[in-house]
Every structure is written in structure tokens, then in C-alpha cells.
């Protein structure tokens, strides 16, 4: 199982895009990066996944480099309800996820 | 959208007691994770079931701590006796598979233990 590293916290403004690096030195040729974004009091909830290269959905984007011992989450233009911990996570086939502390990310107006 | 269910919600009590968390799945959700999240720290896995069947349980205190899956569906998990550092956030999630760390993981919105 890959460790990943992260920023403890970060800070940012309405309306800013905000890039959170993951650092998974030991990953696994089998393993998926896997983000995760919590809210207080609620249980953690699937932003994105890839595995290498550029994935984009309606919420993130994520960038994976060719060596894959990084990747960053991208948040475009980010209001106040992105206020969360955004985990990130390396591991594949039938291996479970491990959660570290994740990034606190906090939005100002 | 289909969502995981848990109750209570919340659950004060004093150590030394009995307590159960229930959890209900995505209907058709296979797999069954239980976590606990201490605060400011990322969830833990206590248990996984595939159906009814325990896939991993490693982590689970088994002196204290059971769970269970009878029907392959809803999910009890329970501690006795609880312990003060117990307290913690009690979190039921499912996949649709056995895919592991590739499949997405639901979560409900957790139990939040406090044990007095």
C-alpha cells in the first residue's frame, strides 16, 4: 500500500482555483489515486479517481504525471461550500484504503 | 440519489455500557465497510463484509468489539464494553463490488459516539 503525502492545510479565496498535491512515492503499478472531500459531521464523499495523465469531471480535475509518484487535485474557482478535508489515497485491486489526515482546505470570502 | 443509512445519529453513554450502530446500504451494494473516525483524523477501517461474509477485520478490537451482517444487507455494529476512547465517529460505508480501493465507496453520515 502506497503512503500518501500531503499538505496539513491550505488557505484560499472565493473564486480561486485551488491545486492540493499528493505526494505516493511508493506507489504500485496496480494502484488508482483515489480523493476524497469531507464536510464536518458528514461521512467522506468520491471526487475523482485516476491513473495516470489528466481526469476531469464536473466537480475536479486530476493531474498525474508519467512517473505517478505525485498527482494534484484541482478545484476551479472555489466558493465557500469547498470549506472541507480533501483526502487522497493510493491503493489498487483488493487492497483497502487508508485514510491519512488528509488537507484542510479553508475558503475566505 | 440512493444513499447509506445509519442510527442513531449521535449516542452519549458511560463506560462500561453496551452500545450498537446499525447501518443500511445502497440497496444492491454488496460490500460493507465499517469505520471509525477519531477526531481530526481520517476514518480507520474496523471491518468489511462481502455479502455476509467477513472479507477483513484486522483492525476490529475484537475483545470489545462484534459486527455482523446477517442477511448480506443491513449491518449491526456493537461494543461492550465501551471505553472512553471509544469516542469517536462511526462511519458505514458500500461499494457495489469487491473491486477494493478502486471502487467508489459511499458513506453515510456516521454516529458520532461519545462514552462518558
Known amino acids: 500500500l502506497a503512503k500518501t503525502t500531503q499538505p496539513i492545510s491550505m488557505d484560499s479565496y472565493e473564486g480561486q482555483e485551488v491545486n492540493i498535491t499528493c505526494s505516493h512515492n511508493n506507489i504500485a503499478t496496480n494502484d488508482y489515486i483515489t480523493w476524497y472531500q469531507q464536510f464536518p459531521s458528514q461521512g467522506p464523499r468520491f471526487i475523482i479517481q485516476g491513473y495516470k495523465t489528466k481526469v476531469t469531471n464536473e466537480v475536479a480535475s486530476l493531474f498525474i504525471p508519467a512517473d505517478r509518484k505525485s498527482s494534484t487535485l484541482s478545484l476551479p474557482r472555489v466558493s465557500l461550500s469547498d470549506t472541507a478535508v480533501y483526502y487522497c489515497?493510493?491503493?489498487?485491486?483488493?487492497?483497502?484504503?487508508?485514510f491519512g489526515a488528509g488537507t484542510r482546505l479553508a475558503v475566505h470570502p | 440519489e440512493a444513499e447509506v443509512a445509519q442510527s442513531p445519529r449521535y449516542k452519549i453513554t458511560e463506560k462500561s455500557q453496551a452500545v450498537a450502530f446499525w447501518c443500511d446500504p445502497i440497496s444492491g451494494h454488496a460490500t460493507l465497510y465499517w469505520y471509525r473516525q477519531i477526531l481530526g483524523q481520517g476514518p480507520e477501517l474496523l471491518v468489511q463484509f462481502q455479502d455476509e461474509s467477513v472479507v477483513d477485520d484486522s483492525q476490529l478490537p475484537k475483545d470489545r468489539f462484534s459486527a455482523e451482517r446477517l442477511k448480506g444487507v443491513d449491518s449491526t455494529l456493537k461494543i461492550q464494553p465501551a471505553e472512553l476512547g471509544d469516542s469517536a465517529m462511526y462511519l458505514c460505508?458500500?461499494?457495489?463490488?469487491?473491486?477494493?480501493?478502486?471502487?467508489?465507496?459511499?458513506f453515510g453520515p456516521g454516529t458520532r459516539l461519545t462514552v462518558l
Open positions: 489515497l493510493a491503493a489498487g485491486g483488493y487492497n483497502k484504503l487508508i
Open positions: 460505508a458500500s461499494s457495489s463490488t469487491l473491486s477494493g480501493s478502486t471502487d467508489t465507496q459511499y
